[in-house]
């Protein structure tokens, strides 16, 4: 596709249940990140795929969240038995290489 | 200590003024910096990316970077209300055996008219 395309756009869920976040990147990207952004705060680093290499899960704030690439494309970030502290934007980028990184429009996330 | 840093601001500044925006980072073996611009409720727009010491300069953008200092930098030049966003700085850091983008925290720029 033309840019990375992150759905849903919103999701709201309850406390402890699971949601699924996707993530399409730009078609030849070998690199793709997962991020979060809570109001008011920074990017965080969550997870890192590149190409068929074992992922860089460094940034995962917790055992409950997980996130696999299938074939080098598409990526879904799961975030298990939700608590109200992952409310927030989840962001995607991809990249060529260790160059500038496209983001997508993100997901934003309200667990009640 | 943060890995990448920024004054938070807010950064006022009038219509055609220079904004100067700065970042300083921790890791010495840092070799590439970019600088994001981010509309509130929207996601991260990449605006300049820079690899080696000196400035680089796109249209009324320009970055500087100093590595023996740590620092990087973007001015933007004959500065527009339409320039008011808050603006991310990130480099690239170790972990483990690959770089990730880190970003700061972001710098709040208004251009008043």
């Known amino acids: 596709g033309a840019g990375v395309s992150q759905s849903p756009s919103n999701k709201v869920t309850e406390k402890g249940k699971d949601v699924e976040l996707r993530c399409d990147p730009i078609?030849?990207?070998?690199?793709l990140y997962w991020y979060r952004q809570s109001l008011g705060q920074g990017l965080e680093f969550l997870i890192y795929?590149?190409?068929?290499?074992?992922?860089?899960k460094s940034g995962l704030p917790s055992d409950r969240f997980s996130a696999e690439r299938t074939g080098g494309s598409v990526s879904t970030l799961t975030i298990q038995r939700t608590q109200q502290e992952d409310s927030a934007v989840y962001l995607c980028?991809?990249?060529?290489?260790?160059?500038?990184?496209?983001f997508g429009s993100g997901t934003r996330l309200t667990v009640v | 200590q943060k890995e990448v840093e920024q004054n938070s601001g807010p950064l006022s500044v009038p219509e055609g003024a220079i904004a100067s925006l700065n970042c300083t980072y921790s890791?010495?073996?840092?070799?590439?910096f970019f600088w994001y611009r981010q509309y509130s409720g929207k996601s991260p727009e990449l605006i300049m990316s820079?690899?080696?010491?000196g400035d680089k300069e796109d249209g009324r953008f320009t970055a500087q970077l100093n590595k023996a200092s740590q620092y990087v930098s973007l001015l933007i030049r004959d500065s527009q209300p339409s320039d008011s966003a808050t603006y991310l700085c990130?480099?690239?850091?170790?972990?483990?055996?690959?770089?990730?983008?880190?970003f700061g925290r972001g710098t709040s720029l208004i251009v008043h008219p």
């Open positions: 980028a991809s990249s060529v290489g260790p160059g500038g990184y496209t």
């Open positions: 078609s030849g990207h070998t690199a």
């Open positions: 795929f590149q190409g068929n290499s074992a992922p860089d």
């Open positions: 890791d010495r073996g840092s070799q590439s």
């Open positions: 820079i690899y080696s010491n």
């Open positions: 990130a480099v690239n850091l170790r972990s483990g055996g690959s770089y990730i983008p880190t």
